[in-house]
DNA sequence: CGCTTACTTGAGAGACTTCAAGAGTTGTGG
DNA sequence: CCACAACTCTTGAAGTCTCTCAAGTAAGCG
């Protein structure tokens, strides 16, 4: 349960930069390095200089800056978010060790998003031309990048097809999207902590505080989690998922077609 | 309005392949070959053979295809779709001319949505294969790509923005968002019309049918938008977007942050 | 130990859905 | 070319879910 902590005495000044060595990250098996050979991951190692500390709270980068970096997650956890129509901040992801942020900056040259740490948290830090540098004389480099960028696609579309669901389905999606990405990462998706806090939940699902506040309660109510502050254990994760598969009155099957 | 409309007298047998030349498309300033050099731009012409017609309705690609080609709308829509935790399908995007396909399928080698034809339409094929070592051999080339990667996340996030706005905001989302990239394309963003039927707009907005109906049905008595079946004319894109920016007693500052 | 922040819980209001029916379009075959 | 069938869209009424408003409790931090 208390794996991915990180204890820091002081929570101002940080040390800001050390060296890294990809091959022996702990977060390597969902990072870059995954899937690419020993010799591009010495490439990367080589690109990937250094490491950036970031206290909890502490902003990594923010919507509208100029973008000259990529990152990827050390350890620790960290929340994007960005305007809504309205002006009002609105989370539109969590991130956790090996995942790369700053993906939605390419485009425009500036950060479309604002990204701050939701505990103590530790990233490296990739210079984008350096990177497209690499990239350019390596094509398994090249290709692991485009499987990244489209991952993340296809994670935003997995998020978009919270439109037309009920709160409680929202939710369990979150939950077990959460438990599907640390037990990825070789920690327990059965009992993990939640690091963001119910409002931010809400914010990311669409739902209000106060929604997520009575869900969690019928979901412990009904014995499917335990709940206690944010440590969160699934005592029951085929309800679940049985909550998304199964409408009232409907057959799980799966008929695409228009 | 009829712009891009496209007359098929036969339905079922299409000519399938012709060769394409890039720097006389008409979608060209939308699609690949903006920003960059003419020599990359010839690479872009050897690269993109054949295109390929598609009757209204007709399956450009299914999911769980394997994953080969990327395709570039040269003309009509399409739309792509992909079941949602109950197996029904849900629209997760429309696309015009310019824009690519088949970027969600790089990251598992397989396609992660449907994709069918609204109108009788025509695409590009893009090897991805060979797109990619032409990337390879050109730096401006990868980068072009990857701003199309990364503006495709940037979509997705736009569409995420929907969850917790009403049914008005989100059909005026849409509504300006179609009439945005009509207009990005040389057509008029006043005047266009809707390819998609009422089903497929609630279902991309997490609505019901009845309730698009309804909400046009009340922009139409506002007088904000003129509408004769799926001709639609913004008589005042201010009103929609100040549905957008301001809500019932918010000022529309765009303060961020946590 | 007191204050701020995070979370929980309750009651009423509003928005969208569901169910149901009807009108308008489109396409096809006689 | 018209008539019927299928499909799309519109409209109405009741029901449900989530939000809003309002306290109140618990926990974290100085």
Aim: some cysteine.
């Amino acid at each position: 349960m208390n794996d991915m902590t990180f204890h820091a005495e002081t929570r101002a000044p940080i040390p800001q930069s050390t060296a890294v060595i990809c091959s022996r990250c702990v977060a390597r098996n969902a990072c870059l390095p995954s899937g690419i050979g020993t010799l591009d991951i010495l490439r990367l190692d080589k690109l990937v200089g250094y490491r950036r500390r970031l206290a909890r709270d502490e902003v990594l980068f923010r919507k509208d800056q100029p973008f000259a970096m990529i990152y990827a997650v050390r350890f620790g956890h960290l929340k994007s978010s960005r305007p809504d129509h309205r002006g009002h901040p609105h989370v539109t992801g969590f991130y956790m060790a090996g995942e790369l942020l700053g993906l939605d900056a390419i485009y425009a040259g500036r950060h479309a998003c604002t990204t701050v740490a939701l505990e103590d948290s530790e990233v490296c830090e990739i210079p984008y031309s350096r990177f497209q540098e690499s990239m350019h004389e390596s094509l398994p480099l090249m290709q692991r990048f485009h499987a990244a960028l489209s991952h993340e696609i296809v994670r935003e579309q997995n998020a978009l097809l919270h439109a037309d669901m009920s709160g409680a389905e929202r939710l369990a999606t979150l939950l077990l999207d959460l438990s599907a990405r640390y037990a990825e990462r070789g920690y327990s998706g059965r009992r993990f902590r939640l690091r963001m806090s119910r409002a931010d939940m809400g914010n990311y699902l669409g739902l209000t505080i106060e929604s997520i506040s009575r869900l969690l309660g019928r979901f412990r109510d009904e014995h499917w989690i335990a709940l206690d502050k944010r440590e969160i254990e699934l005592l029951d994760p085929g309800r679940l998922e049985a909550l998304l598969s199964a409408a009232p009155g409907e057959p799980g099957v799966s008929h695409e077609e228009e």
